[in-house]
């Protein structure tokens, strides 16, 4: 996951809210259309749990997704803070298929995305396979990420690891490069994990966590 910073929200939102009777399934048109765009920007354009791209069109290509669902916590659901962009999640295919607010349904989940304290990223890790998982091995994380929101189906694997190997090589010839110069070692991988976290026409890189996540253990391990 890549932490989301929550801008203010649509003042279409805002006008809906305050109107009478005023629910999710009865926003107006245009109004969720400006929900489903402010979300892809403060996102970086990225799937609010697998970090898969989310293409520019609206729907049906972006969901919006109650972190607390609306079913169990109605009062939230026009609540700008509890409204994530998620992928499709495979909307459709059988459940062994599904991910992220597809295959979460009504299920609540310990960590959310737009977590500061700690920041949702430091909670995880990924390994050269492409696997997420609880940083800490937390039994009932892990269990979210492998059962409620599939995140270890093979194809996001497959899409994680890919990040996981190129920077892993970019890493490896550099080190070779540049041999014992430890500080031009370390200052190349600290502009690499800057280039991870900037966004280009404000998109983050797909999987761009895996990157951010290896670079970083990588500057730990040769400061120490």
Aim: glycine share 4%.
């Amino acid at each position: 996951m890549k932490q989301i910073v929550k801008n203010a929200e649509p003042n279409s939102l805002l006008q809906h809210r305050a109107s009478q009777f005023a629910n999710f399934d009865n926003i107006p048109l245009a109004t969720k259309g400006e929900l489903r765009q402010s979300l892809l920007s403060e996102q970086g354009h990225i799937c609010c749990y697998c970090m898969k791209r989310i293409p520019e069109q609206s729907s049906p290509y972006i969901k919006v997704e109650h972190f607390k669902c609306q079913d169990n916590f109605g009062a939230l659901q026009l609540s700008y803070s509890n409204l994530l962009g998620a992928c499709t999640g495979n909307e459709g295919q059988p459940k062994i298929k599904q991910t992220c607010d597809t295959k979460k349904g009504n299920t609540d989940l310990t960590i959310s995305p737009t977590s500061t304290l700690p920041i949702c990223e430091t909670l995880f890790k990924y390994n050269a396979e492409g696997e997420i998982s609880s940083i800490t091995d937390n039994v009932d994380v892990n269990r979210q990420l492998n059962e409620v929101l599939n995140l270890n189906m093979q194809t996001l694997k497959d899409g994680r690891s890919e990040i996981y190997l190129e920077v892993q090589e970019r890493v490896r010839l550099e080190s070779k490069r540049t041999k014992k110069d430890k500080a031009s070692f370390v200052k190349f991988l600290e502009q690499e994990r800057v280039k991870w976290l900037e966004r280009t026409d404000n998109k983050h890189r797909p999987y761009c966590s895996v990157a951010v996540y290896y670079l970083t253990k990588k500057i730990k391990s040769n400061q120490n």
